[in-house]
């Protein structure tokens, strides 16, 4: 199946730009409708208002689609799904809460299990990423301009960055595990980058950061849209599984539970 003869790029990142829109027009309001999920993750107006406009869009396609604020499909009918769409209308909702700007909208394309195509949207930034192996290339559209394309990087091993002279590792400053913290210590000089949401998979994208371990729960819609831009690069994000054994294994989608393992990104 060529993916690119049906995959309509243009349509893809108006459904994101439309997400953007209506989620900074909640955030320049006094009310953001906050609710409590079951698994306690908040949910806003500005989650459902995005989710709204990109299914808009998506649903004019032929593939079906998983989101985050979408009704959630058995697993029995979407094992049989070959393409489809993976959403995160509002990614990082605690930090849209916060009102400190790091949050994205998120849209990926699935096919046989891999990220072939995805988009990461910063309303805050203007910033919208976007690209996968199905372009053999990812690109980054700041405001309105012309794309920029993002510089593609040699597969590289872990042992190859820990030989640097500083390894930069995306990781929060005030909330760290044990694991994480494990595994910055093993390099004996670090600097650390802090980021919310999609984003931290962003600052890999821009060659700002060498390396992101993940040692707490994500769900495939969290990573699904940078997995696919940074496979455009040369990255990957490989499966953790214990005791912390850093695999050669990506992280696959549509899987019969949407929780993704721990995982390192480099």
């Known amino acids: ?9 243009d349509g893809v990142l108006k459904a994101a730009y439309a997400a953007g829109d209506a989620i900074m027009k909640i955030y320049d309001t006094s009310d953001f409708g906050v ?9 806003t107006l500005a989650d459902k208002a995005a989710h709204i406009e990109i299914v808009k869009y998506l649903e004019s396609t032929d593939w079906p689609i998983i989101s ?12 049989n799904w070959d393409t ?22 998120n849209i990926a394309l699935i096919h046989g299990e891999i990220p072939v195509f995805g988009v990461v ?24 301009n012309d794309p920029l394309r993002l510089k593609s990087k040699t597969k590289s091993q872990l042992e190859t960055i820990g030989s640097k002279s500083s390894v930069r590792i995306i990781a929060s400053r005030s909330h760290q595990n044990q694991d994480t913290r494990n595994f910055i210590n093993q390099y004996e000089n670090t600097e650390l980058v802090s980021m919310g949401s999609s984003l931290k998979f962003m600052v890999l ?4 950061a060498d390396v992101y371990p993940r040692y707490a729960p994500t769900m495939e819609w969290d990573t699904a849209a940078a997995h696919a831009i940074l496979l455009g690069l040369g990255y990957d994000i490989y499966q953790v599984i214990e005791p912390n054994i850093i695999t050669k294994k990506s992280l696959n989608y549509n899987k019969e539970n949407l929780l993704n393992p721990y995982f390192v990104a480099y």
Not at 84 to 102: A, C, H, Q, S, Y
Not at 205 to 208: D, F, I, K, L, P
């Open 35 to 43: 609710e409590m999920k079951t698994d306690d993750s908040p949910l």
């Open 68 to 79: 985050e604020e979408g009704i959630q499909t058995p697993f029995e009918e979407r094992n």
């Open 121 to 144: 949207y910063s309303p805050i930034l203007k910033k919208m990423y976007y690209g996968g192996t199905a372009l053999g290339y990812s690109e980054l559209i700041i405001e309105s």
């Open 205 to 208: 994208a821009e060659g700002n």
């Open 1 to 9: 199946m060529n993916i690119l003869e049906n995959l309509n790029i």
């Open 84 to 105: 489809l769409w993976m959403v995160d209308p509002l990614d990082g909702t605690k930090e849209f809460i916060k009102r400190n700007g790091e949050f994205t909208v």
